[in-house]
């Protein structure tokens, strides 16, 4: 189980990744008054997978609390 939970942070921290580097891409485009529809579309693809490997996580036990602005 530890080897899945572990698989599941790797994937979920990828995807972060790819998610900030989506949302560079779109401020580009919507920079240069482009259509970034089709980005855009991406990048709620990827939220909805990442919620789905969110959940995952959380029934696997692998529950991160979340840190309060002090905290961080």
């Known amino acids: 189980m530890d080897n899945k939970l572990n698989e599941i942070r790797r994937k979920i921290r990828f995807l972060r990744a790819e998610m900030l580097s989506a949302g560079d891409n779109i ?4 920079n240069r008054d482009e259509d970034c529809s089709e980005a855009a579309a991406h990048l ?4 909805a997978s990442m919620v789905g490997l969110i959940g995952e996580r959380n029934r696997l036990g692998g529950e991160e609390r979340l840190l309060n602005v002090d905290e961080r």
């Open 27 to 30: 401020r580009k485009q919507v």
């Open 44 to 47: 709620m693809a990827m939220r």
